[in-house]
């Protein structure tokens, strides 16, 4: 069966800290994508990242980067220097190649508040 | 610039009401998504459809239906509101593929049922 599982519900930090947000998923697939988007409070999730299962390298998009480790089951999102406008609920999803429509399995969703 | 629109941000229906949520993209694209989100639980798939006048349901289905009769246009259905079905629904659509396609997301309908 396919699961997302984002074990952290809620993370507070104060600004300009490091923080890093787990996702750990299940599939029997050996060809799936992985996911991360971004709600803001205004409600509209907006896509940030997508990694097939082939390739493990680690992506960095400027204070964030990404650490996709297929031994471990683990899509990890970390945001570095984080800042007050990085508060927003962050989901990890899965896709797997053969399922009609591309469906996504969603986590649970992290709530990430910054502080000043 | 990619477009997901959904018809209400608010709405407010009493239990027993037909409620009709619209969502309509300019992306031209096959597949198309209904979800609900719940505070602790993710989204949750409802129903989607990957052509015109096809669907399949997702993995909360009860209460609902759908319909799409044009490509660009998907609407959700509760054919008579219950209280529990007061949440967020979020409509989605992406290209037609094996997986790989992200889905652009439209703002969100919250729904109350009264």
């Known amino acids: 069966a396919q699961k997302v599982t984002q074990a952290q519900t809620e993370i507070s930090v104060v600004e300009k800290e490091d923080v890093t947000l787990d996702c750990v998923y299940e599939?029997?697939?050996?060809?799936?994508?992985l996911f991360w988007y971004k709600q803001p409070p205004s409600g509209e999730l907006v896509f940030l990242i997508r990694r097939n299962s082939f390739d493990e390298q680690n992506e960095i998009s400027g204070r964030y980067s990404w650490n996709f480790q297929k031994s471990t089951s683990s899509f990890n999102f970390t945001i570095t220097a984080s800042q007050v406008v990085d508060s927003a609920v962050y989901f990890c999803?899965?896709?797997?190649?053969?399922?009609?429509?591309?469906?996504?399995?969603f986590g649970q969703g992290t709530e990430l508040s910054v502080k000043p | 610039d990619v477009k997901v629109t959904q018809s209400s941000r608010y709405l407010v229906k009493r239990t027993g009401e037909k409620v009709f949520l619209e969502c309509v993209q300019d992306?031209?694209?096959?597949?198309m998504f209904w979800y609900r989100q719940d505070p602790g639980l993710g989204l949750r798939l409802i129903y989607f459809?990957?052509?015109?006048?096809?669907?399949e349901k997702g993995d909360i289905p009860e209460g609902y239906s759908v319909s799409r009769e044009k490509k660009e246009r998907f609407s959700l259905i509760l054919e008579s509101a219950s209280t529990n079905q007061t949440s967020m629904y979020l409509c989605?659509?992406?290209?037609f593929g094996r997986g790989n396609n992200e889905q652009f997301f439209g703002p969100g309908t919250r729904l109350t049922v009264l």
């Open positions: 459809s990957y052509d015109v006048k096809m669907k």
């Open positions: 999803a899965l896709s797997e190649i053969y399922n009609q429509g591309g469906k996504l399995i």
């Open positions: 989605a659509s992406s290209l």
């Open positions: 599939t029997r697939d050996t060809t799936y994508y």
């Open positions: 992306m031209d694209h096959e597949n």
